[in-house]
Nanobody, 120 residues
Framework: QVQLVESGGGLVQPGGSLRLSCAAS????????MRWYRQAPGKERELVAT???????NYADSVKGRFTISRDNAKNTVYLQMNSLKPEDTAVYYC??????????????WGQGTQVTVSS
């Protein structure tokens, strides 16, 4: 089993910044891609950013140039630095790693999420 703990969310004014963290623990042999998703009220969950095990990032067009994803493989942790935040970034943010465990690869692990609210 894998546990995920997201943190770093909060209330911020438009134009502000936040840094999210997600630490994975449990039966982990290796982590491949690590992803951040978000879900706003009444909307489907959307992929925000992905980072490969080698550190190559990819971003949704809506956050490109404002968000930066990074990871610390030694700590099984992924980060999301969010700058120039907009009200439309308001959502619950979730991390989603692709994990190799005792039963093979799996990508259906989700944490409790962390709320990000951008409002003046």
């Amino acid at each position: 089993q894998v546990q995920l703990v997201e943190s770093g969310g909060g209330l911020v004014q438009p134009g502000g910044s936040l840094r999210l963290s997600c630490a994975a623990s449990g039966s982990i042999f290796r982590i491949n891609d690590m992803r951040w998703y978000r879900q706003a009220p009444g909307k489907e969950r959307e992929l925000v950013a992905t980072i490969t095990s080698g550190g190559i990032p990819n971003y949704a067009d809506s956050v490109k140039g404002r968000f930066t994803i990074s990871r610390d493989n030694a700590k099984n942790t992924v980060y999301l630095q969010m700058n120039s935040l907009k009200p439309e970034d308001t959502a619950v943010y979730y991390c989603n790693p692709v994990v190799l465990g005792p039963t093979g690869w799996a990508s259906d692990y989700w944490g409790q999420g962390t709320q990000v609210t951008v409002s003046s």
